[in-house]
């Protein structure tokens, strides 16, 4: 039988790179997309596909998701398998300075993605939400089968209208779709405009680090690797339209579609400052502290309830946040001299 093929939107993205490692190793035929945007250093992206690329079972293109047929050319000629679609503009903040980005990129790309999809049927496609779709929700942790109906970023909206489109796409065409919502997913090879990259090159430097809120927020921080087990395990949890419109308790399946929301997360919230305490353990070197009041857009807290991720993979991401961090610490040393 031929290799199974992946096509993977982002692939030279923090999360791209490490589940086109992980599907690589496993034996599939990854295609990537990735248009190495300079929404932050272009040399990280850059350095992650010539990894990928050492691998004969890889190829790329570089180019925008939301092309005008590109993602429709990509099904015709390579017809995947399975579809995981990580691409996209991130950032809560960076939405409320250029917040077009986010509806090129999150709103056009998708359907370009989901008309493709729509002419030639994965076997199951999987689509990145995020943890910020829960918006203004306060009670804690975070089901899937919450409403989430008030987004407080732009980013977010974003985020839960992909949902929303995909969703009408598998009921009306029967396309199997799996959306899977992150919880601050950090590691190796991370987003310099991620927390703990900004922390630990302050702090490596002596300079001082911004703590939003004055500290008060929680974060359900989710290793990377912890994460592309989750996503590798959830393509083979392919979505069912139920027959009978009955969806059991704490599933997140639709009762009309094919499609589903599964949280990917820790399932255990850490403090602003236990995070920071855990860069200082790395680094050997204690943090200057700029208390800040909270940003526009941001919440105060995030928890996964990962029950369902659980029972449909039988696997919860469990790694200690000081172990993450120490791995991170570790190769931004080696990666950056210091």
């Known amino acids: 039988m031929p290799q199974p093929t992946v096509l993977v939107t982002g692939s030279s993205g923090f999360i791209g790179?490490?589940?086109?490692?992980?599907?690589?190793?496993d034996g599939f035929r990854v295609i990537g997309i990735d248009n190495l945007s300079d929404y932050y250093d272009v040399t990280l992206k850059e350095r992650r596909q010539a990894?990928?690329?050492?691998?004969?079972g890889f190829a790329v293109v570089n180019d925008d998701i939301e092309s005008p047929g590109r993602m429709m050319s990509l099904f015709e000629e390579h017809e995947p398998d399975y579809v995981i679609h990580l691409a996209g503009q991130a950032g809560v903040r960076y939405s409320i300075d250029n917040p077009r980005s986010y509806l090129e990129s999150n709103i056009t790309g998708t359907f370009e993605?989901?008309?493709?999809?729509?002419?030639h049927p994965p076997r199951h496609m999987l689509f990145a939400s995020t943890s910020s779709a829960f918006g203004a929700n306060t009670e804690m942790p975070y089901r899937e089968t919450d409403k989430a109906d008030h987004q407080m970023s732009f980013y977010a909206a974003?985020?839960?209208?992909?949902e929303n489109m995909a969703h009408s796409y598998a009921h009306l065409f029967g396309l199997p779709i799996t959306m899977f919502r992150f919880f601050?997913?950090?590691?190796p090879w991370g987003r310099p405009d991620m927390a703990l990259f900004k922390f630990t090159k302050a702090i490596l430097k002596g300079q001082p680090i911004d703590v939003y809120n004055y500290g008060d927020m929680k974060r359900d921080f989710t290793y990377v690797e912890d994460l592309v087990q989750a996503i590798r395990l959830l393509m083979d949890a392919v979505p069912e339209r139920p027959g009978d419109g009955v969806v059991e308790e704490g599933d997140s399946l639709s009762p009309v579609a094919p499609h589903r929301v599964v949280n990917i997360g820790n399932n255990a919230p850490v403090q602003l400052t236990d995070y920071i305490a855990a860069i200082e353990a790395a680094t050997g070197q204690t943090a200057q502290r700029n208390l800040m009041p909270m940003q526009a857009g941001d919440v105060p807290a995030t928890w996964a309830d990962t029950a369902l991720l659980q029972k449909l993979t039988g696997y919860c991401p469990q790694t200690d946040v000081k172990d993450g961090v120490a791995a991170f610490v570790a190769w931004y040393r080696e990666y950056y001299g210091v």
């Open 51 to 56: 990894m990928l690329l050492q691998n004969p």
């Open 184 to 187: 601050t997913v950090y590691g």
């Open 113 to 119: 993605i989901l008309e493709a999809a729509r002419a």
């Open 17 to 25: 790179y490490f589940l086109c490692a992980r599907l690589l190793a």
């Open 158 to 162: 974003t985020k839960k209208a992909t």
